[in-house]
């Protein structure tokens, strides 16, 4: 559970109540508080909680169903609170806006009518002034919904949603509470109505300009020196012999888009990525390709993630869509579970980029991580964009290191460097003990483990896995039988990993919630460990260790 992601979902939420999308629920709170028992504020409140969470929520499901781009959203939002702008700077349309929302309140109040403390009333005015709100939210709703996104389980996005409905929901009770008070101070409010809405409303404009508009803001008032650009005349690195771009074949399934075919987007830069999402290399390249997908897509890019499996469990396309979420891939991605486009490109590498020009030819190709500057001045260059690149992301590539642990899968079909008393035993179940002196870059195993050819699987609830790594960062692709959440505990060199724990590790223990991969390890510069994990539960899956940065 990522404490940091609930924490600010909750402030968040207490910030609402200073937004200028307050503003349409005020008087329903104010109104509806006064009548009726105590226990009405409090079910005003607890309504608007549930009926907002349930919202945001079945807005996830339905974002994750049809791959809509977070991005979306927020242009959406975007546009309602400009709306609402423009309907409260509007004589007539804010008094049909009211009248609205006050037929909402009454309908609560009828509903309710008959119960004396008032709660269950409460209940359903709040739900109503939930409902009633959450489309006025704009932006703020757009944060909390990408947020929930972005979340790897649902635990979690019901976590974050239901901190952020908090922390609006308190400032609300309070008023709730103090409604009678607040009420007999509105003399001066009421007699300077329409001027104070219409202040709210150019605020609330102002809001969405500089919202849409905020980052060219930046770009005009930078101090920074501009860029001097260079003229690109022809593709870095270029193909000496470009070749007809091979057809996706043999998809099992597309999301994010209709089926595409290459044939079909002649006239188009296309970006091919081979990649899959439990691999770290490939996981560091996409900030790079979905910011290009963004900066180029409406200038002729097209990119397609051909999704080519590495192991069984990443070929489920609910994994795949959930990464998808995870790292705001907006751009088609298509599966190839069965890897016949990668057997038609003749690609051996993840991650792989095959750039293709306005003819249908591949003229550039990459393998690996870097190089994105080259890269994306080809693209540039292919779109007619003749300058080069304005400004490049930082590299975050893995850094050269002397002697760093080399991949190592733990499955017998590609399994290397095991040290132990007894060889590894295929497909059945065996008892394995540690050696008393683990050479480098070598892995072992204690307790009892089933070897199957791509992954190795605990047998009872204190297995062991030892390695012995030179790295900065540990990375381990994990998952549990029969998807069941379940925790390992993890030290290094004997000692609770402390400062050097990686970004999944939380008390010296990772919470595996799904077949992906995970950072155990992450040190302030590469050192030689020796890591331990330990399991507390039959059924946890490791299939292979990466390492850098």
Same mark, same amino acid.
């Given at each position: 559970m990522n404490?940091?992601?609930?924490? %600010?979902?909750f402030i968040e939420g207490l910030a609402v109540v200073a937004s200028p999308c307050i503003l349409p629920v005020l008087p329903l709170v104010l109104s509806t508080?006064?009548?009726?028992?105590?226990?009405?504020?409090?079910?005003?409140? #607890?309504? @608007?909680?549930?009926? @907002?969470?349930?919202?945001v929520l079945l807005s996830r499901q339905i974002v994750i169903a049809l791959h809509v781009d977070p991005d979306v959203i927020r242009y959406v939002s975007l546009i309602l609170l400009f709306i609402l702008g423009l309907v409260l700077l509007s004589e007539k349309l804010s008094d049909l806006f009211s009248r609205l929302t006050q037929r909402a309140a009454n309908l609560g109040s009828k509903v309710g009518a008959g119960n004396e403390g008032g709660f269950a009333s409460g209940l359903v005015i709040g739900a109503l002034i939930g409902l009633v709100w959450t489309p006025c939210a704009g932006p703020i709703l757009a944060a909390v919904l990408v947020q929930a996104i972005r979340q790897q389980t649902n635990l979690q996005s019901v976590s974050v949603t239901m901190a952020f409905a908090l922390g609006a929901g308190i400032p609300m009770l309070v008023i709730a509470l103090t409604g009678r008070k607040i009420m007999s101070h509105f003399g001066f409010i009421a007699q300077h109505t329409s001027a104070i809405r219409k202040l709210f409303a150019l605020l609330i404009l102002a809001s969405v300009a500089y919202l849409g508009f905020g980052s060219y803001a930046q770009f005009f @008032?930078?101090?920074?020196?501009? #860029?001097?650009?260079?003229?690109?005349?022809?593709?870095? /690195?270029? %193909?000496?012999?470009?070749?007809?771009?091979?057809?996706?074949?043999?998809?099992?399934?597309?999301? /994010?888009?209709?089926?595409q075919t290459l044939s079909g987007l002649k006239g188009k830069v296309v970006l091919i990525d081979f990649w899959t999402y439990s691999c770290i290399n490939c996981v560091r390249t996409l900030p790079y390709i979905t910011g290009w997908d963004r900066q180029y897509r409406d200038k002729g890019l097209v990119i397609i993630g051909v999704h080519a499996p590495e192991f069984e469990f990443e070929k489920n396309v609910a994994n795949i869509k959930s990464a998808i979420a995870r790292y705001g891939i907006g751009y088609? #991605?298509? #599966?190839?579970?069965? %890897?016949?486009?990668w057997l038609n490109y003749k690609n051996r590498y993840w991650p792989a980029h095959y750039l293709i020009d306005k003819n249908g030819q591949v003229v550039y190709t990459h393998f690996?991580?870097?190089?994105?500057?080259?890269?994306?001045? /080809?693209?540039?260059?292919?779109?007619? %964009?003749?300058?080069?690149?304005? =400004?490049? *992301?930082?590299?975050?590539?893995? *850094?050269? =290191?002397?002697d760093q642990t080399p991949e190592t899968y733990l499955g017998y079909k590609r399994a290397g460097n095991f040290a132990g008393a007894s060889p590894l035993k295929h497909d059945t179940i065996a008892s394995y003990q540690t050696t008393a002196s683990l050479p480098k870059h070598h892995w072992t195993l204690g307790g009892k483990w089933r070897v199957e050819g791509e992954r190795i699987t605990a047998q009872d609830s204190d297995a062991v896995l030892t390695l012995n790594f030179t790295s900065r960062k540990v @990375?381990? =692709?994990?998952?549990?039988?029969?998807?069941?959440?379940?925790?390992?505990?993890?030290?290094?060199?004997?000692?609770?990993?402390?400062?050097?724990?990686g970004k999944d590790v939380h008390e010296d223990a990772v919470l595996i919630n799904g077949h992906t991969l995970y950072e155990l390890v992450n040190q302030a510069s590469p050192k030689t460990g020796l890591l331990e994990i330990k399991t507390l539960a039959p059924g946890f899956e490791a299939y292979a260790f990466t390492f850098g940065d």
């Open positions: 404490g940091l992601d609930i924490g %600010l979902a508080s006064i009548n009726g028992g105590k226990a009405r504020p409090f079910g005003i409140i #607890v309504g @608007f909680i549930a009926a @907002f969470s349930a919202f @008032f930078k101090t920074s020196e501009p #860029v001097q650009l260079q003229n690109v005349s022809q593709l870095e /690195n270029g %193909l000496k012999d470009p070749y007809p771009a091979p057809e996706l074949i043999g998809i099992q399934d597309w999301l /994010n888009s209709k089926p088609p #991605v298509a #599966v190839d579970n069965d %890897l016949e486009t690996g991580e870097g190089d994105y500057d080259v890269t994306e001045n /080809n693209i540039r260059y292919l779109l007619g %964009l003749k300058s080069k690149a304005e =400004v490049m *992301p930082p590299t975050n590539e893995s *850094p050269t =290191v002397t @990375f381990l =692709v994990m998952g549990t039988s029969g998807g069941k959440q379940q925790e390992i505990r993890l030290s290094m060199n004997g000692q609770p990993l402390g400062e050097n724990a």
